[in-house]
């Protein structure tokens, strides 16, 4: 560029110089011929230097090159992350293996029954029902036909036949364990050994207990859940109890067809979808006495139930506490802002599996912000389907439980024990897809972006992917008890034998 001011200057002091003299007037008349065509030069070069400048383009051919391929990039990326989103991770050719090993050897019964009370909803039941058919086998039991909780927060009166298929259950498992539907009746009268198994017992404990046997031919086990270890058993043990869970634990047939049918439905409006075991129910957050974002009254509401509870121990909670350590079910406006950081698209479809949501519709709405295209069960089937259900729990769950298996993901916002059965049994199936959310990590992260620290949604985002990137699951040994706690104490801390039954039931071997 010229200095406009520095050629101005120029000129001014050669018309001094020149005019300080006493020129004649021919030599005055070709200075200012000489002004006059040095000033055109200058005029035009600085307008050559203007033109130039408007016709150089804002974004030079060399940078649209870039432009072009940055979108390539952009849409490759996409792409990725559409399998990233949807794909199952890689099982490595593992595959399900409960076939039994050639030392195995079926019970008899031998004239010894157990008759057992099983507690809780409805995946504590089928686990606890899983450990009893492992437990009968040990003792050379007879197996009676559980009892289902009918005395639990739902007050469901579901009997055994409403919910599973009992012949299915009896035919599946006779090579291991003898079954009967109802203790013969010469044996109503007679005393029982009424026996609270200890929890995560080992397969010693059993034989010990079969000193029972002399002084009683039926043992009443009062609770059914958690009876057996997670660890350290015989593989044909461990195989037994993934037989019962997986192959002779089936839904009665009106539960299965209509099952069926809710996720032909739900692949019929997308092609594929998200459940979400969204557990932000009254009995969950007042067990774990989480309160954060409820109202003054809604905490109050749940203390008391908690201390109405005779059998949860613990009544004083420190519910921040509990949120910071990630004791707390996810709020639904928590999974909306996890789910969206994940990467999913606000148009996904969600099937949310629950119980009722404790604030309802309202609390609905803070993860409707972010997903619309949420479905229930009863948006899916017909009044005149789900009236069978009505005032059953279980077998409501029953329903929430085979969508779940079905669906191309699977997100717990909470560990219970329908995640947990869910998560091991899409294991067992080929390692489908389940993303189960760190929610002590994300409890930093959220209260960070309360906090105004994550400015740019892409860092959030970004922070979220990373910390759930090996949580997708993809096949891993079960893990062990926690550090640094010793005795007993020990096996509650270790990861669920039906969260993840790798590797007794999970192998490179092609027997199913």
């Known amino acids: ?3 406009y001011r520095g050629s101005s200057l120029m000129r001014t002091s050669l018309t001094s110089k020149f005019l300080s003299r006493k020129q004649s007037p021919t030599a005055i008349a070709l200075y200012i011929i000489f002004l006059f065509a040095f000033s055109i030069v200058i005029f035009l070069f600085n307008a050559g230097n203007i033109v130039e400048d408007k016709q150089n383009p804002i974004i030079s051919h060399e940078s649209h090159s870039q432009s072009q391929s940055q979108s390539q990039s952009q849409s490759q990326l996409l792409q990725v992350a559409d399998e990233e989103l949807w794909g199952a991770p890689s099982s490595h050719g593992l595959r399900p293996c409960v076939k039994p090993t050639s030392r195995y050897k079926a019970a008899q019964g031998s004239g010894h029954y157990l008759t057992v009370k099983s507690n809780g909803g409805l995946n504590q039941m089928r686990t606890g029902i899983s450990d009893m058919v492992a437990v009968a086998h040990i003792m050379n039991a007879t197996l009676v036909i559980p009892q289902l909780d009918k005395r639990s927060f739902w007050q469901d009166s579901s009997t055994f036949s409403d919910i599973f298929d009992e012949l299915h259950f009896i ?41 029972l046997w002399e002084d009683h031919q039926v043992i009443h086990v009062v609770k ?8 350290d058993l015989p593989l044909d043990l461990q195989r037994l109890r993934c037989r019962a869970l997986y192959h002779a634990l089936h839904f009665s047939p009106p539960i299965q067809s209509l099952g069926k049918k809710l996720v032909d439905r739900l692949r019929m409006r997308s092609g594929r979808y998200i459940a979400l075991h969204l557990r932000y129910e009254k009995d969950m957050l007042a067990f774990t006495g989480c309160t954060y974002g409820l ?45 969206q950081a994940v990467g999913y698209p606000p148009s996904t479809l969600i099937y949310v599996a629950s119980g009722e949501i404790y604030g309802g519709d309202a ?30 729990a279980s077998q409501s769950a029953a329903l929430d439980y085979i969508i779940s298996i079905e669906s191309d993901v699977f997100v717990p916002s909470y560990s219970g024990n329908m995640a947990r059965a869910v998560e091991g049994h899409r294991r067992f199936l080929g390692h489908r897809k389940t993303i189960t959310p760190d929610r002590k990590g994300l409890v930093r992260l959220f209260d960070e972006l309360e906090g105004g620290q994550h400015r740019e949604a892409s860092s959030f985002s970004y922070l979220v992917r990373q910390i759930h990137k090996n949580r997708q699951g993809a096949p891993r040994k079960r893990k062990g008890p926690s550090p640094g706690i010793k005795g007993k104490a020990r096996y509650r801390t270790e990861e669920s034998f039906y969260e993840n039954p790798y590797p007794e039931c999970i192998c490179s071997s092609k027997a199913v």
């Open 1 to 3: 560029m010229v200095n």
């Open 171 to 211: 035919k599946t498992l006779q090579g291991d364990v003898r079954i009967i539907r109802e203790l013969p009746k010469e044996l109503e009268l007679v005393p029982r050994a009424r026996k609270h198994f200890t929890s995560w017992s080992s397969m010693g404990y059993y034989k010990e207990m079969m000193q």
């Open 224 to 231: 059914s859940d958690s009876r057996l270890a997670n660890n």
């Open 295 to 339: 109202t003054d009254a809604e905490a109050e509401e749940l203390r008391i139930m908690r201390d109405n509870t005779k059998h949860w121990k613990i009544k004083e909670i420190n519910s921040t506490e509990q949120r910071l350590g990630g004791f707390c079910p996810l709020t639904p406006k928590e999974v909306g802002i996890f789910l």
């Open 363 to 392: 609390r609905l709405l803070e993860l409707m912000s972010h997903f619309p295209n949420l479905v229930f069960k009863e948006q899916l089937a017909t009044e005149k389907e789900l009236k069978a259900f009505a005032k059953h």
